[in-house]
Every structure is written in C-alpha cells, then in structure tokens.
C-alpha cells in the first residue's frame, strides 16, 4: 500500500534541499571569498611594484589618478600613493552605484589602500630604483606588468581605483574594449603630463596605456578570441560533413530565406579557431563555390570543444 505525499511532507522535503543548498554555496562562497582577497592583494602589489619601477623612476605618467599623483608629487613632494588613494575618494561613490554596491566597494577600496600602502613603502625604503634607463622598455614592461596587474583586480571583482572605475563602467553599460576605454579616460591626464613632464614621455605613456588596456582584456578574458563563421550556402549537408569531418567542429543548421528572390536557404553557424579559419574557407570553397559567407571574430565561446562555463566563472 503506498500513501500519497501530504503538502506538509513536500515542503519539509523542499525545505531541506534549499537548506542543503544555501550551505553549500556559502561554502563556495568563503572560498571565493579568499581567493579573490588572495588575488587582490596580489595584483595591487604588483601594479605599485610596476609603477616603482618602470613609471615614476623615468617620469611615465600611468595614467588616472595614479598619473595625476604623479603630477602633483612633481611639485609638491607628497607621496604618490597617499595622494592616489585621496583622490579616489569621490570615484569610490561612483562605483558604488554601478559596478556593484558595497562588495565592490569593500574590494576597490581594500585594493587602492593596499596599493597606496605598498607604493609608498617601496619610495620610502627602496627610492631611486631603476631595472633599465631604455624608456621603450621601461614603457613594455610597464604596460604589461600593470595591465596584468588591472587585469588580475578585474577578475577579483575589484579595481585600482581612478580611471579603472570609469573604464569599466565604460566596458560595462556601453561596451567599450577596455584599450580604448582607457584610452578615453587617461587622455586628459597624459596632456598635462606632457606639459610636466615633456611630449615625449607622454607619448611613451600613450604606448604604456594601450599595451596595459591589451593586456588588462587578455587577463580579464584570456586568449579566448575565435572566428565565427556564418554560411549560407545551398549544399548544407555536404558543407556540414566536410566541418565535422575535417575540423570537428560543431555546425548548427538554421533556415533563413532571402528576402530580394524569396527563396529558403540553409545558413550553417560554426566556431572556429583562428588557424582553422584558411582550412574552413578551403572547404566551402571545394564543396559550394557559390556560398555566402561571414567570418566575424568572438570574444569568447563556451562548451563542447572550448572553453566551459565553470572555467570562465571560476
């Protein structure tokens, strides 16, 4: 004899698997937690490690609020980080209200001060140090070592501060690649950088910026970047085949029709690798001389044959 579950043995059951659940993730959760305090700490000691090094030693304005700490240290002799972290301040407000509230806040925060702390502690006890006095490679390494550093910070749900705040609201509400958001950002801090510092110093500290905006992408997004193919073509099986043949890649069949003749046509949508680009022309080429085809490039892909979700959140 079976007997039918009652309403109150259902909710007892549902509110067990919600309990199981909720500790679960707060377990997640505080280790995330410490890994993303791990990699703040990190990454803020590296960009302070970098702008000792490489930036103030040869006069390279890192732009944002760091550059403009520059500018003022120049003739005032106040400490560069001190002056970073004060100037922040206001910028705090602004990503509280759209990067995400008091956890990006507590983070970005958290970040700038340790910056700040680190920075002035390498002027004070290891002043005047300098790995190379070539300013284009003091500009590379600068830009690398902060754009992976920014990079880093990012994917902590955090930033530097300054400019870092603006440029990733730009990224984030109008999609702006972060190259040129701080690009847009940092241009006002350069120009009175040149009239600082001189126009040829700050036109190694536009190099600087670019390089670490490139870098701070491929950190935040890896090297993730693939060619999306979309085909329209009147041999999808045969095209199909070659792909999964040849490239086992996916294909994924849609229908489409043309809207001047009024016909159904097959359009084929593939991810494909960079280097498998030529080989994918080389096959519809052969099979469908005729086809029509885009190749746009993605930023990321997910799933079978690529990268997972897991790995991207993680």
Request: proline share 3%.
């Amino acid at each position: 004899m079976t007997t039918t579950p009652t309403n109150g043995d259902r909710m007892a059951r549902t509110r067990e698997r919600i309990r199981r659940l909720r500790a679960n993730r707060r377990r997640e959760a505080a280790g995330r937690l410490v890994r993303d305090y791990a990699i703040i700490i990190f990454g803020s000691v590296l960009l302070a490690v970098s702008m000792h090094l490489f930036f103030i030693p040869n006069q390279l304005v890192a732009g944002g609020l760091s550059g403009t700490a520059q500018i003022i240290n120049k003739f005032t002799g106040w400490p560069i980080g001190t002056l970073s972290f004060i100037l922040n301040i206001p910028l705090f407000i602004l990503g509280w209200f759209y990067l995400g509230g008091y956890r990006f806040l507590a983070r970005t925060v958290f970040s700038a001060f340790t910056f700040s702390v680190v920075l002035d502690g390498l002027q004070l006890f290891w002043p005047g140090i300098s790995l190379t006095h070539d300013l284009a490679l003091n500009t590379l390494y600068g830009g690398v070592t902060a754009g992976v550093a920014v990079g880093l910070l990012f994917r902590a749900k955090a930033t530097s501060g300054g400019t870092d705040i603006l440029a990733r609201i730009l990224e984030k509400r109008f999609g702006t690649p972060l190259s040129q958001a701080y690009l847009y950002t940092d241009g006002l801090v350069v120009f009175l950088a040149g009239l600082t510092f001189g126009w040829e110093l700050a036109l190694y500290a536009v190099i600087a910026l670019y390089v670490g905006g490139v870098l701070v992408e491929v950190t935040l997004n890896g090297s993730n970047v693939m060619r999306v193919a979309t085909i329209i073509t009147t041999q999808p099986q045969a095209v199909a085949d070659r792909i999964l043949a040849d490239l086992e890649r996916g294909v994924t069949d849609w229908t489409g029709r043309g809207m001047y003749t009024g016909m159904e046509r097959h359009v084929l949508l593939c991810a494909v690798s960079r280097a498998d680009t030529v080989l994918l022309k080389g096959i519809i080429h052969e099979v469908d001389p005729s086809a029509f085809v885009i190749i746009g490039q993605a930023q990321e892909v997910f799933g079978e044959g690529f990268r997972s979700l897991k790995e991207s959140t993680s």
